[in-house]
């Protein structure tokens, strides 16, 4: 190392400079969204429990219903969150990682929370599939992923994009 100052680091376009630390969203923020992935859950552990030990139309309807919902509801979460996170991107730098996984976005609770809840969805739909004909659960995984995507796209913290600002850009004029 030498003490020549035209040694600086920062005026070396090919290394990045450093951003400050992130300020994440408190442990209890989206505490809903959260409740709402774990509502899911259970009720996809209890209609699939049900519909393996019994063999009758009602469990089977009963777990297509819920199947439905979850998938349908999915859905519209991941919708939601991409189209949320899409108006969020014109100011900051939203990363797939960070919304779809909550990678450096969310507190480590959350993160944790969400997609243990997600992988146990994940990992009932593969028992359902051994267990259950049809195997309907297999449909409701997206609950888990739609649900992350909403967090991250409501509460997730991503870096303000460079030259914004992490100010709203202004919109041309109409021609």
Do not use: H
Not at 71 to 86: D, E, I, N, P
Not at 144 to 173: H, N, Q
């Amino acid at each position: 190392m030498t003490d020549d100052p035209t040694d600086d680091p920062t005026d070396d376009p090919t290394v990045e400079p450093s951003r400050p630390p992130l300020e994440l969203a408190e442990p209890d923020a989206g505490r809903a969204i959260v409740q709402v992935d774990l509502a899911g859950t259970v009720a996809l552990l209890v209609v699939t429990v049900l519909a393996s030990v019994s063999e009758n139309n009602i469990t089977d309807a009963v777990n297509l219903a819920v199947s439905a919902v979850l998938f349908l509801g999915g859905c519209g979460a991941f919708g939601y969150g991409f189209l949320k996170a899409v108006g969020r991107s014109r100011t900051e730098v939203v990363d797939m990682a960070g919304l779809f996984y909550l990678t450096g976005s969310a507190p480590q609770q959350v993160r944790r929370t969400m997609l243990r809840l997600w992988f146990a969805q994940i990992g009932i739909a593969a028992v359902s599939v051994v267990t259950v004909q049809p195997p309907f659960g297999v449909m409701a995984t997206i609950w888990g992923i739609g649900l992350i995507s909403v967090w991250g796209a409501r509460y997730g913290a991503f870096p303000a994009r460079p030259g914004t600002g992490g100010a709203p850009r202004r919109r041309s004029e109409p021609q």
